[in-house]
């Protein structure tokens, strides 16, 4: 059954490779059953339902991704759209949690039908390479001011509006120390070397008598507190077009540039330098994506931790249905996701950060036309708090700045009708 449902053969694999690569990946993304709760949880969401619905849509989103397109590749909430649904949609912005889920649940509607009628590409390749990376460098950037406050390093300050925490408090000493110890691990090609950090951080918090214990092991708490919670009605509301339009770019980036990297190192290119059943995969995600948000959490997206399973040999969605199968396991592990203190996951976020901001060295930092507007864009996300903004800004700046230099060429139409757009939204509809 195996062989016919994953041409296992076909392949070069078989059924013990791929659970040890389903293995491998897991333990490479299962930081986001600790981080995710403690991120979405500050929008007044239960955490405990937050948990439970982190490892359905995961298992979800893996399972569906291993059975429709067979692909090695485990999908989860996303690192960053966590980020952004909670602390700008929600405490920057003023929405509810349940606008909020409402707009996410609309941006994987739109994923899934530009995936169906194949407009993804077009988009895709509409947005120039730099302005992507920009993108995914700004979201690092935003990641790391979270976590530098998480860890109670970085607090506002009314005169520099941020400044420096005291550093001789445990939460601040045993981040650091977490950081360090994440790096060091991760340069070890130690697995799961991100889910140690959290770990050793939560249980030498708990050692010190810092933060409470609150078990190990129980039956699922409940879903009912955001099952089914989201509110559509009120995410069609004028002001959120752009953080719909944000969730849908994010995820439509961050799931190509994940997509193709994977399928690159794990050999499943085709020779034309295309991804063959790129679209199937692509449909498992916006699927995932409309399934998360029924279930209480933010947009569910492929990851790129999926590469370390890759190395370990996988090659078939039989990696994924594993990776499906342990985060419904990891149900049981709750009290322990309980137990992890909010400076326990700053480190995973600032490591995180420091793998997104990498797509800076892709810029030709020689052309100026080039370099300001992905500076303008990775800055004003973490400045402004708000992802949507930095898209914004960095499109409008890319735009203007190729037009008065003369580099017309640069553009195409999908660019200059969206920072139109975007230059509406902010000067007259800017919640």
Known sequence: MLERLFQLKAHDTNVRTEILAGVTTFLAMAYILFVNPSILGETGMDKGAIFVATCLAAAIG?????????????LAPGMGLNAFFTYSVVLHMGHTWQVALGAVFLSAVMFFLLSIFRIREWIVNSIPLPLRSAIAAGIGLFLALIALHNAGIVVDNPATLVGMGDLKQPSVILATLGFFLIVG??????????????????????????????????????????????????????????VIFAFLFVDLFDNSGTLIAVAKRA????????????????????????????????????????????????????????????????????????????FATAPALLFVAVLMASGLAEINWDDVTEAAPVVVTALAMPLT???????AFGFISWTAIKLISGRHRDLNPALVILSILFVIKLGWFNA
Do not use: C, W
């Open 267 to 342: 050999g499943l290119m085709g020779k034309d330098g295309h991804m063959p059943k790129m679209g199937r995969a692509l449909i498992a995600d916006s699927t995932a994506a409309m399934a998360g948000s029924l279930l209480g959490t933010s947009t569910t997206t492929s990851y790129i931790e999926s590469a370390a399973g890759v190395s370990a040999g996988g090659r078939t969605g039989l990696t994924a249905i594993v990776v499906a199968v342990l985060f419904l396991l990891a149900l049981f592990f709750a009290p322990l996701a309980g137990s992890v203190p909010a």
């Open 62 to 74: 893996s399972a569906t991704m291993g059975l429709i397109a067979n692909y090695p590749i485990a």
């Open 185 to 242: 691990l991760e340069s070890l090609k130690v697995r799961g070397a991100v889910l140690i950090g959290i770990l050793a951080v939560t249980v030498a918090s708990i050692a010190m008598g810092v933060t409470p214990f609150g078990g190990i092991v129980s039956m699922p708490p409940s879903l009912a507190p955001t099952f089914l919670q989201l509110d559509i009605a009120g995410a069609l509301n004028v002001g959120l077009i752009s």
């Open 385 to 391: 708090y708000s992802i949507a903004n930095g898209i």
